[in-house]
């Protein structure tokens, strides 16, 4: 009964893998010989050993409580995890586990003590950051651009510029065979599913081949089926060398046990640190039995909970404290040695009734497609000698550089005009295909122009009608100020992740991205207020001059630039949430206080200094002098010129009655110039210092 319940994995070894491939079906479901061959084309480069090692690692936040006061997330842990091994953190909510990936990914510097080592030398974190890489919980991707695009576009950007553009096109395809996105190449990533969503992000930080990668959370909202793709995945780069860290909650017990070393944490201490095979038989040793027939990775968590006792929890600690753990592991290590090499070494007994596996050191993970994932002996997954230096794309000794120089760019594979050119085209294409940046825009600025045209046709030479022309002016401002503002803050707080993510991971220096979106989306800024502009002026019977036309549309579309610029500064600054909330807000007092709905001689002299911060204001100033300014001719008037409603003629008249006649147009056209340049540039600090909050 025990055997018929008892969760069986098998191994297979390299005499059954090339009996499977003769026969057809093989250990992946539904898959066939055929597919299993195609699927060992492509064999990722092994990398050369870079363990990381962290001493007495301490990390504390303020704490909320006390003004004075901090409270320790992590207390002085210790740990190595070794390359070639797939590395599990774990810990019950609050145990530290994101704060510890976060801080040997370089993510977070500040308020940290202890010793961060790499291949026993101090961490030199520029240097880290460019042979390493960081796959968040969350798939943050550009949903407008196809896998193949977004893949050629990391290839660009973090591939050598001298490398022939033949070559990364072929790494990026052999990169998507080996994942099982070759079939999907085509698929935007707003249609993939999670698990090729999940398996996009790896293949994105694959191009430069990184020899250290951290994955928070790789299992989190995937399917049973997709979680074993990714953790297959996380094996088989394992498997060539590389360190592979990853928090994970909770694993079923297949996944758990295709994890070689785990690192379990509970309230910032450790708990136990070494392999997962030994886990179970170091908790019996400890009075720890895993109860019949459970998944081992759900005792553990039991116990770090502190369901079985917090004197067992402090227990623990004191024994990886006092160095007992690594003694037992120690003797496990050389009882293991001791015994008989047999080619498959049953660890019934180590693990209890828990789980029964049967495990082989040669037999490692390889190929993952589309629900399936297929084994391949270690020596057949290593190429020879040769073929590994040539497929590696950058070179032992580059791992270890210093960088040089203090320019952000330098740091990077490509200069700063190639990031730029890569970015510039990847936004263009981003804002090409997407409805609500383009065609939406595009259709309310016709539609809001021709109901505007329709509602004042005509009026604009009309001295009766001057006031609703104005009004219609105004309305010109307004309209084109929500219109740039809103969209906006809707997508850059988006876009906002995912540049995070490329930067940190060191695709692009934050000049170059923000350069780029910048330019990128200008044209449209430019083209959709002069379409609307063009519109309104003549449908409205504006002067039939056209200097006045030009100068009419130079102010709308600086209008538009200013306030897309302010709603680039709100979605830099903060979250979705608030910048939907905030871009309307903002709003209300440039409208208030822009001269139309109260004269600047009415508003207190206390508050008078606001009308000066709005850009509204100037505006419109400025389009009242297009208008109606430099010598304007007589407007017409049907009724007698004594007439009272004639009495608005003359230009000038119109002016003062406006509280516009001391308004010089090119002082106004000047401020909007300042309030564009310092706008953007603020923007870019604040981006700075958002990437640099985060760390």
Request: charged share 20%.
């Amino acid at each position: 009964m025990a055997e018929l319940l008892s969760v069986h994995v098998h191994i297979p070894q390299k005499d059954d893998i090339w009996q499977l491939k003769s026969q057809g079906p093989g250990l992946s479901r539904n898959s066939s010989a055929q597919q299993f061959d195609n699927k060992l084309k492509y064999n990722l480069p092994r990398k050369r050993t870079l363990d990381i090692e962290f001493r007495d690692l301490k990390y504390s936040v303020k704490d909320g409580h006390h003004k004075k006061g901090r409270k320790e997330i992590l207390k002085g842990i210790s740990g190595r995890f070794k390359s070639g091994e797939l590395t599990a953190i774990m810990g019950p909510s609050g145990a530290g586990k994101s704060s510890l990936m976060n801080i040997l990914a370089g993510y977070r510097i500040s308020d940290i003590e202890g010793d961060i080592l790499v291949k026993g030398k101090t961490r030199n974190l520029r240097s880290f950051r460019k042979y390493s890489c960081y796959i968040m919980q969350d798939d943050h991707l550009l949903p407008h651009l196809s896998v193949e695009e977004a893949m050629m576009c990391s290839a660009n950007l973090k591939l050598d510029e001298s490398m022939p553009q033949a070559d990364k096109e072929k790494e990026v395809h052999d990169i998507l065979e080996t994942l099982g996105l070759s079939e999907h190449k085509k698929t935007r990533a707003s249609n993939l599913s999670g698990g090729q969503r999940k398996r996009l992000s790896i293949a994105l930080e694959m191009v430069n081949n990184p020899p250290i990668m951290f994955f928070d959370e790789p299992t989190s909202g995937l399917d049973s089926s997709s979680c074993f793709q990714c953790i297959s995945l996380l094996k088989n780069l394992a498997a060539g060398g590389r360190v592979i860290i990853c928090t994970i909650h909770q694993p079923s017990a297949k996944l758990f046990m295709m994890f070689d070393h785990l690192y379990m944490l509970t309230d910032g201490e450790v708990l136990y640190k070494g392999g997962v095979k030994q886990m179970l038989p170091y908790l019996k040793s400890m009075g720890l039995e895993c109860p019949p027939y459970n998944n081992p990775a759900d005792y553990v968590m039991e116990v770090a909970a502190g369901d079985s006792g917090e004197e067992n929890v402090h227990m623990l600690m004191n024994s990886v404290k006092s160095g007992n753990l690594d003694k037992f592991l120690a003797n496990e290590t050389v009882n293991n040695s001791n015994r008989s090499s047999n080619t498959s070494i049953n660890t019934e007994s180590e693990l209890g009734d828990c789980i029964q596996i049967d495990a082989n050191e040669n037999t490692k993970l390889l190929a993952v497609s589309d629900g399936n994932a297929s084994y391949i002996p270690a020596d057949d997954f290593m190429t020879d000698g040769q073929d590994n230096s040539s497929r590696s794309t950058e070179s032992d000794s580059s791992l270890t550089e210093e960088i040089a120089g203090d320019h952000e760019c330098h740091t990077f594979n490509t200069s700063c005009f190639t990031q730029f050119k890569i970015l510039f085209i990847r936004t263009f294409m981003s804002i090409m295909r997407d409805a609500t940046l383009t065609r939406l825009r595009l259709i309310s600025h016709l539609t809001v122009g021709i109901l505007i045209g329709v509602l004042y046709l005509g009026i604009g030479n009309e001295a009766t009608k001057v006031f609703n022309n104005a009004g219609c002016l105004f309305f010109c401002m307004l309209f084109l100020m929500f219109s740039a503002l809103m969209p906006t803050v809707l997508t850059f707080p988006m876009e906002m992740t995912v540049c995070v993510r490329e930067h940190l991971n060191y695709w692009y220096s934050l000049k170059a991205y923000y350069l780029a979106k910048t330019m990128a989306d200008m044209p449209f800024q430019i083209i959709f207020p002069l379409i609307y502009g063009s519109i309104v002026y003549w449908m409205t019977s504006q002067p039939s001059d056209f200097m006045r036309f030009v100068m009419f549309l130079t102010l709308l579309t600086q209008t538009s630039l200013v306030a897309q610029s302010l709603g680039l500064l709100i979605g830099a600054a903060t979250s979705l949430q608030v910048a939907v909330f905030l871009g309307p807000i903002t709003g209300i007092p440039l409208l208030m206080f822009s001269g139309f709905f109260v004269n600047f001689d009415t508003i207190p002299i206390y508050l008078q200094w606001i009308t000066y911060m709005s850009y509204i204001s100037y505006a419109f100033e400025g389009v009242l002098q297009a208008v109606y300014g430099f010598d304007r001719e007589a407007l017409e008037c049907e009724k007698a010129a004594q007439s009272p409603e004639c009495r608005y003629m003359k230009s000038e008249t119109i002016l003062t009655e406006l509280d516009v006649d001391d308004a010089k147009f090119y002082v106004d056209f000047i401020v909007l110039c300042v309030f564009f340049i310092v706008l953007r540039v603020s923007c870019y600090f604040v981006l700075r210092w958002r990437v640099k909050a985060q760390r």
